[in-house]
């Protein structure tokens, strides 16, 4: 009984990247529902939420209007299959450390939250303003043209002018949860992993 319950490792990878993914979601859905554009949580003076949507690349970058867009929709795609594939040849082998495989997981399912905005949140979601609070229904962009949606801010530091103003604040990037994923699941590769993709075939 106990040997049918038990779980492979793919598919231990899967339930992670599956949840991961819904945690994602779930944030996301959350922030777009319930703030307007700009809107924000202060949680301390250095971590805050802060609801921004992210036409391009992560951590608020932008890449190249609509064609940029486009692109990077299908890149992150093929990115998403490519590291499916990857992940599935490397679970084949028996010498693949488990380190390996879940650095992967990480990415993968990071690409896929990402990707997910890109889908179907123009077809599902209103638009958001500084003014109105988006909701499910009333499409704002067509399939592959949604907005990711970013809340995490995390100003670690600020310099303020004499009004108090901030004239300069140390990372400035506004990122999501499956951009965390991307990137920790990367470092963790680097770091810890490194020799296993350094190695000779």
């Not at 450390?97 to 650095?103: D, M």
Request: hydrophobic letters at 55%; a positive charge.
């Amino acid at each position: 009984m106990n040997s049918r319950m038990k779980l492979s490792k793919g598919q231990w990878l899967l339930v992670l990247g599956v949840c991961l993914v819904i945690i994602d979601q779930l944030i996301k859905i959350w922030v777009k529902t319930s703030f307007t554009l700009g809107g924000e949580i202060r949680i301390f003076d250095w971590f805050r939420l802060l609801f921004v949507e992210n036409k391009g690349m992560a951590f608020g970058m932008a890449f190249g209007g609509w064609v940029g867009k486009l692109c990077l929709s299908l890149f992150r795609i093929v990115l998403f299959g490519a590291m499916v594939w990857y992940i599935n040849h490397l679970l084949k082998s028996k010498n693949t450390p488990t380190g390996v495989v879940v650095g992967l997981t990480l990415i993968a399912a990071g690409a896929l939250g990402n990707i997910i905005d890109c889908w179907f949140y123009g077809l599902i979601f209103s638009e958001s303003t500084v003014t109105t609070v988006a909701h499910f229904g009333d499409g704002y962009a067509p399939f592959l043209f949604g907005k990711v949606v970013d809340m995490f801010y995390f100003p670690l530091f600020e310099i303020k002018n004499a009004a108090g103003k901030v004239v300069f604040s140390f990372f400035d990037p506004v990122f999501n949860f499956a951009d965390s994923c991307v990137t920790v699941g990367a470092f963790y590769l680097i770091l810890f992993q490194y020799k296993f993709f350094a190695k000779d075939e």
